[in-house]
């Protein structure tokens, strides 16, 4: 059974600091990881998306990598600003089609 | 414009009653979903349509129904309300599931429910 992990639940830093949020994942037999962002109140906003075949994907400061093989993916957020606060999900798509989520990391930035 | 909306936003009513949330897209997806996300935050799947077809329908107690009129709108009804239903419910689309690119989901802004 596929399960989605993420560590640490909740995460504080200073402003300008880079940071990797963590996502792993028990089944290595998925066809993509997607990141999104849920801002408090609101629906989420997918981020990227990484497809099986790739090892990373990058959209502006962010950067999402992943290695199937050992189940993680990691997203790394370059000079954090308070406009990233936000809870950050990862899910996989697992080979059943199932889209299986990860319980989420709260993301503070503090000014 | 808006390119997943769900209606109502909020919803409060009381414990046996029988209600409706509507979402509708406008991205030409193929395929929708219903997720449940409760006080803890956690997403959970509820039901997957393809072109109007059930795909996904994970355990769901019966009082759920989802219905899809055409593949721009999925609605979800849900008989005999209970305490436990209280919970914010997304509606998301996506071009298609089989996992590429065009995998990406894209979400409504959510219905917070309140059972009294």
């Known amino acids: 059974k596929q399960e989605v992990t993420q560590i640490p639940a909740a995460l504080s830093v200073p402003e300008g600091e880079n940071l990797v949020l963590n996502c792993s994942f028990t089944d290595s037999a998925i066809y993509n990881l997607q990141w999104f962002r849920q801002d408090p109140g609101k629906g989420l906003t997918s981020l990227l998306l990484?497809?099986?075949s790739q090892r990373e994907q990058t959209s502006g400061r962010l950067n999402a990598s992943l290695d199937k093989s050992s189940g993680r993916s990691t997203l790394y957020i370059a000079a954090s600003q308070p406009g990233d606060s936000a809870t950050y999900l990862c899910a996989v798509r697992h080979s059943n089609y199932q889209l299986i989520w990860g319980a989420g990391t709260k993301l503070i930035i503090k000014p | 414009d808006t390119a997943v909306s769900q209606t109502p936003k909020y919803l409060v009513t009381q414990m046996g009653n029988d209600k409706s949330i509507k979402c509708e897209q406008n991205l030409g997806h193929d395929t929708m979903y219903w997720y449940k996300q409760d006080s803890k935050k956690f997403l959970k799947i509820m039901f997957s349509?393809?072109?109007?077809?059930?795909?996904i329908n994970e355990t769901v107690p019966n009082r759920f129904s989802p219905k899809s009129p055409d593949k721009a709108h999925l609605n979800l009804h849900i008989n005999s309300l209970e305490l436990g239903d209280s919970a914010v419910y997304f509606c998301?689309?996506?071009?298609?599931?089989?996992?590429?690119?065009?995998?990406?989901?894209?979400f409504g802004p959510g219905t917070r429910l309140t059972v009294l």
């Open positions: 349509y393809n072109n109007k077809e059930l795909i």
């Open positions: 998301a689309s996506s071009q298609d599931q089989a996992g590429g690119a065009t995998d990406t989901q894209y």
């Open positions: 990484i497809q099986s």
